[in-house]
């Protein structure tokens, strides 16, 4: 598979009390072209400042301060204002959680999308409403032609999430950016939009980030996964690799103690302690504090991502040799 | 006591909470928002009751009804054998200690300008429990204790906690008056899936050694197959299914339940979710279909469902509201091990 997005050492700094906090702290990323890449952690581990960067949306006083993000060689980070624009509008697309954060109430959805469709191609408003017409018959919105005249307080949580994922698709974008998609959803909505997602994937060829906290859907959707921590990705693998043989400490933990998993009666194995702020980040591996398999030198050095197996790396001193191997001299 | 040994901690009948919608100038009631319909529920004592559907399915609201925080218009609502329903404020008051709720989001349900210490004492005050405030103190610090949280920190503010610890702050409060249930209101819900683990231990450890009994009102599945002793399916109001957690999981009887479990994500690598989801949305509860109300999104619904509402079959398994149960089951009976009843009897 061809890379289609390649993101190296990408740092995103935020001013704290005592100098800047790394948000996000020097990540390497790749998606493929055609494949789902989702990148999981809790709430806080900075998965969507990370998209956010890639899309050189981050909110002020945030600022990338280091990295590149290539989409198909070319860096984004380097590229002008304005043609950024075009970049996000054409070839990256995105879904939040929340889909009424990113309509307009007041305008009906149809015309928002046709707005958008025109924005950035020259096409007559008929054409660009027909176009609308298809791609709500793509998203499964039923009566697309009445609902293209709806505002959105009119349409439920899925039928606006449908809506998103249209206005998304509006303009054939390569990269769809999803993140949190089906969180506020009930779970046989979610479903469908899962199923929906994984459909239009499919018969376009597209790939999708996939941000999100619940392991569940990462399993229903995704190909390959990254997975957060503080800042920083600990592990990445293929879906398989992730749930069967998950090698990172915190993987491992964020595994066991998902209730789905557990036997009914057993103690629920817990990750002791709790993620640490980013004002607490020390300058050894960000996970110490709550590791079983935690030695000295991870409360000295950063563990790198390392490549343990043809594409599957880890960021983990036990696993580089622990405490007797080579990474204690 | 002089209750009986098999007697349940709180017995719910035919509980009924509707909301009136007034409109026009006069505000006349033209319709209600029929958020509870003729609910039946049993909770053991030291036992789990998970309360499980989609949102607006009604659950919250029979935590709430259960309590008097929302009024209800018609049911029992017997605990320990006395019906609160029936009860005057001040009687219900006495009540309320050995009844506690826990909610979702615990910044909402504790006072930000108040230390986290007065937080945990004020039931306690309202209820005399401890000599002074002194002996309320070290009640507080045994009790931040037992929630694992540090006793040393019961004079900061909420904000000073992380989202478990606050969660954990509202459970130390919820024990301080010593109840006999506690309603957890999507308790978990919020929390990361490290923290909600902690939190799951706590309560199981909580419910083991103090012998208090959870109505657990929740949309997540995964939590409810660890934690629940027996399940009732809600949807648009109603029960549609009860029973067993082993039984709901392993053999659900109503179509719902089955639409519930086969949209909830696997994470067994090997499977995913590949049969088409149920279709449609949860329609309102102020304008519910006719006959049972999910006959619109069933995939068996037949002719007879739009028009009537299934009768309530109970049987040793539990409880369901469907056609189709009530058609296959007597045959099912018949065929089956006359003496395996027994064990239910």
């Known amino acids: 598979m ?38 999981v952690g809790e709430s806080g581990c900075g998965k969507s400042m990370t998209a956010l960067s890639l899309m050189r949306l981050v909110p002020k006083p945030g600022r990338i301060v280091a990295g590149r993000v290539r989409l198909e060689g070319r860096d984004l980070l380097e590229l002008p204002v304005t043609e950024m624009r ?17 309509l307009n109430p007041v305008v009906p959805v149809g015309d928002q999308i046709i707005e958008a469709i025109r924005l ?16 709500f018959v793509e998203v499964g919105i039923p009566a697309p032609e009445e609902r293209l005249d709806a505002y959105p307080h009119q349409l439920s949580g899925g039928l606006k999430q449908r809506v998103m994922i249209a206005m998304a698709l509006s303009t054939r974008p390569d ?70 043989e998950p090698v990172h400490p915190y993987t491992r933990g964020l595994l066991r103690s998902n209730p789905t998993l557990a036997q009914p009666g057993e103690r629920l194995p817990e990750i002791a302690g709790v993620v640490p702020s980013p004002e607490e980040w020390g300058k050894g591996c960000r996970f110490a504090t709550r590791c079983a398999d935690h030695f000295d030198l991870c409360d000295q050095e950063v563990p790198e991502l390392r490549e343990i197996a043809g594409d599957r790396r880890a960021a983990c001193h036990a696993i580089d040799g622990g405490p007797a191997g080579g990474g204690r001299s | 006591m002089s209750r009986s040994p098999g007697e349940p901690l709180l017995q719910v009948e035919g509980l009924r909470t509707w909301f009136p919608i007034k409109r026009g100038l006069l505000q006349r009631t033209t319709g209600h928002v029929q958020a509870v319909t003729d609910v039946d529920l049993e909770i053991a004592p030291a036992s789990t009751l998970a309360l499980v ?6 659950k919250t609201t029979v935590g709430r009804s ?33 009844i506690q709720i826990i909610f979702q989001d615990p910044m909402a349900s504790l006072n930000p300008r108040m230390r986290v210490r007065d937080s945990v004492a004020e039931g306690m005050r309202s209820f005399g429990i401890g000599r002074d405030e002194a002996d309320r103190t070290e009640r507080v610090k045994a009790l931040f204790g037992k ?81 629940a002793d027996r399940v009732a399916v809600m949807y648009l109001g109603r029960i549609v299914e009860a029973g067993t957690t082993e039984q709901i999981f392993s053999r659900p009887r109503h179509p719902y339940t089955r639409a519930l479990l086969a949209a909830a994500p696997s994470m067994d690598p090997d499977i995913r979710g590949e049969a088409p989801p149920v279709v449609g949305d949860v329609p309102s509860p102020s304008d519910p279909p006719s006959g049972c109300p999910f006959h619109p999104r069933c995939p068996e619904a037949m002719e007879q469902c739009e028009r009537e509402l299934p009768p309530v079959r109970q049987d ?30």
């Not at chain 1, 075009?86 to 990113?102: W, Y």
């Not at chain 1, 950035?120 to 791609?135: F, G, I, K, Q, V």
Request: aromatic share 4%.
């Open chain 2, 316 to 345: 040793a398994e539990g409880r369901v509201v469907c056609f189709l149960d009530s058609v296959v089951a007597p045959g099912a009976a018949e065929s089956a091990d006359p003496t395996g009843g027994e064990e239910f009897a």
């Open chain 2, 147 to 227: 929630v694992q949280l540090d006793p040393g920190h019961i004079w900061r503010y909420p904000h000073e906690f992380s989202g478990g610890q606050r969660q954990r702050i509202c459970i130390a409060r919820a024990l301080a008056v010593e109840p006999r249930l506690i309603v957890c209101d999507e308790a978990v819900s919020a929390l990361d899936v490290s923290i909600q683990a902690q939190i799951l231990n706590l309560l199981s450890d909580l419910q083991r050694d103090l012998g208090i009994a959870y109505l657990f009102i929740t949309h997540d599945l995964g939590v409810v197959r660890y934690l």
């Open chain 1, 2 to 39: 061809t890379a289609l997005l390649e993101v190296e050492g990408l740092t995103t700094e935020f001013p704290g009390a005592r100098g800047a906090l790394p948000i996000v702290d020097g990540n390497d990323l790749r998606v493929d072209r055609g494949e789902v890449l989702a990148l």
């Open chain 2, 53 to 58: 559907g989609e949102s607006g399915c009604g």
């Open chain 1, 86 to 102: 075009r970049v996000r509008g054409r070839r990256i697309a995105m879904i939040f959680q929340e889909p009424m954060t990113s």
């Open chain 1, 175 to 244: 990269l769809l950016i999803a993140d949190e998609p089906t969180t506020a959803l009930d779970v046989t909505i979610q479903a469908q939009i899962i199923r929906l997602l994984r459909d239009i994937q499919r018969d376009r060829g597209m790939s999708i980030l996939l941000i999100t906290h619940d392991l569940g859907i990462v399993n229903e959707l995704s190909d390959r996964v990254a997975v957060m921590y503080a800042g920083r990705i600990v592990e990445t693998g293929s879906r398989k690799q992730i749930f069967r």
């Open chain 1, 120 to 135: 950035h191609e020259s096409t007559s408003r008929r054409e660009a409403r027909e176009r609308c017409r298809e791609l």
């Open chain 2, 66 to 98: 259960i309590l008097r925080l929302t009024p209800a218009q018609a049911g029992r609502v017997s605990f320990e054998g006395v019906d609160l329903m029936k009860l005057s404020e001040a009687k219900l008051r006495g009540y309320r200690r050995h």
